[in-house]
């Protein structure tokens, strides 16, 4: 019935991702034509998304004894140890087994946290990702799943593959211009470290949310995932080049901390982290990027690109060492030597500290 | 400096195992000798193992900054969402970071815990099987991780093969007559299903465990590894034959889940299932196994093969169906067709009804 936009190799199965306008009120028939075998069904999502999209997507299953809604409170704390044990705990009482199948229908939240219990519900089940917002593209794609711990965001977690991606740009027009910004922050982020041409087409065709058409709109999740998929095909596991995609993240994550997740969105805790280590790559390399023209549409796009001035120097470096790049002390950056070509470098915290400070405190 | 005792392949990377009497005083040297570059080490213990064997273990480390422990309460109550939230939370404290590696030195609660933490922690860090009691054999190869729920045994875990099994056969020589039989019934279950040889050699060496002499105990062991060993090599995912592992088990999970984990030890109460499949096994092949001699060397060594007669019938086959072979409400079994070749049956549940009435309430 249908052709998928893009096919991910996996280490365990190779999954397609369909980027298609009002694919979600036929998302039973995909679940069909995708996955062998489901026995029931066990979907996930938070409470904004099922009052926009849940009676829809419902109302797509014949049977409807066959599955079961699981609504989260929407927001990153959902992320959390407490709402994945509840979660669990549900999908027992449903009598889940080992055949059947999550659908997470969300943000990032919803996906990494549905990862995460497929993940290790009875071991490890199927799981879809059914992303809502524009930053879901992203974490959507290449397995990584997890929850957040007071001590660190996704700090526990796992590597699992989704079975199928199923993606309705149509629900980006719902979104805040918030929103808009968190997702495409990661838009660009795929453009500055792998594809300079398309970081061109993207500034020159986007200089506001309001303008995206559908046909747009779909060229660009596909090339962003693209971007996306050819990292995790070469390295799933993050020993290596998928690091790359945590550029702008190492400083990003630890401002999100520090302000408290939730308050930033992420996309605008990594476009700050992006201006700070593209100066820093610059700095490393000595070198110019001639980054400027990129970063004034971001501006144009309503990011602010400074640090937050209330932020504490030392804080920020601790978080920074808790970086899941980093390890025995030492902080890890992911540098560009040119746009369009990101490389893994360690960072002395004496540079650190200079470069933050006067831009911090 | 060393000769691992067996090789297990896994889907990530092959694992040396290490029977060997004594090898706990010098763990530190194993770990350097086959782990590359571990940057700390969190060691996961109980507070029985530990006053056994935690000082002269720790003290085989030469930099005791680079080593943390963390003691859980004894007991398959520690196999718990609290205590795996506990001690993920030490370990960030620790600062454990990605290239560091989880110690799990102890029985199959230790190892289960201590896998689940390494497997989840970080999206995943190495960790070695410190086995010390005869159960542990079993859980410490083949990668299965994990904690209990209260609505079932081992229903949140993952897959995740340890880095390096090193075993320690003299720490077996501490265990009570209990924990003898908890693991002993492992050791049999691999000759029914798999070993008829093995299953002979055990029934005629071993009939009482004050006897068990050093080099016995060390064959034993390695010929029981080797049949688990083979069958994860085949089946890792548990997608075909590694449910015959399972053997003995639905029932016994069932009858453990309903008397409350921890009042009958696991082994206690897989024999009683072995027993019933053993039964069940010649009702549905329409044959004789001539199991007697084994049934009657396990009673010799003190096993209880009755279901006890305090169990409810209909609450049995409830928590079966919730087992992780059941599909769709279907109860499946691991029966034998003869003795060392098993296969897995689904079994009609007036089938189970009958068989368990009279035997039970």
């Not at 970081?199 to 971007?227: C, G, H, N």
């Not at 990594?270 to 400027?292: H, N, P, W």
């Not at 120097?313 to 025995?328: A, F, G, P, T, W």
Request: charged residues 25%.
């Amino acid at each position: 019935m249908d052709v998928p936009s893009l096919q991910v190799k996996s280490s365990k199965h190779t999954y397609p991702i369909i980027v298609r306008p009002g694919c979600r009120t036929s998302l039973y028939d995909y679940l069909v034509q995708y996955l062998d075998g489901a026995s029931r069904y066990f979907l996930i999502t938070d409470d904004q998304v099922a009052s926009l999209y849940l009676e829809e997507i419902e109302s797509s299953f014949p049977n409807s004894e066959k599955i079961k809604s699981y609504i989260l409170p929407s927001g990153e704390q959902s992320k959390s140890m407490n709402q994945y044990e509840k979660a669990i705990t549900a999908a027992l009482e449903f009598k889940l087994d080992r055949k059947s199948v999550i659908i997470a229908v969300g943000g990032g939240v919803v996906g990494d946290l549905g990862g995460f219990v497929a993940s290790t519900y009875m071991r490890g089940i199927r799981y879809v990702q059914v992303p809502t917002t524009l930053l879901a593209h992203d974490s959507s794609v290449g397995g990584k799943v997890g929850i957040n711990h007071p001590l660190g965001k996704n700090m526990i977690g796992s590597f699992h593959p989704p079975s199928l991606v199923l993606y309705d740009p149509e629900c980006l027009l719902s979104l805040p211009p918030k929103e808009w910004r968190s997702g495409f922050a990661e838009v660009i982020k795929h453009g500055f470290i792998a594809d300079r041409e398309f970081l061109k087409w993207l500034t020159e065709e986007i200089s506001s949310f309001d303008q995206v058409d559908m046909a747009l709109l779909t060229e660009m999740l596909i090339r962003s995932i693209k971007v996306k998929a050819k990292i995790v095909q070469e390295d799933e596991q993050e020993s290596g080049i998928r690091a790359f995609l945590n550029f702008g993240h190492t400083l990003g994550h630890a401002i999100e901390g520090e302000m408290g997740y939730g308050k930033l969105t992420h996309g605008e805790a990594v476009a700050i982290g992006m201006k700070f280590a593209l100066r820093l790559s610059e700095r490393y390399f000595q070198t110019k990027l001639d980054y400027e023209p990129y970063l004034s549409v971001m501006e144009k796009l309503g990011y602010e690109l400074d640090i937050p001035h209330n932020l504490n120097v030392e804080q920020l470096i601790h978080r920074m060492k808790l970086d899941k790049k980093s390890y025995n002390q030492v902080i890890n950056f992911v540098l560009l030597e040119q746009i369009g070509k990101a490389t893994l470098v360690e960072i002395k915290e004496e540079i650190l500290i200079d470069e933050l400070t006067g831009k911090v405190g």
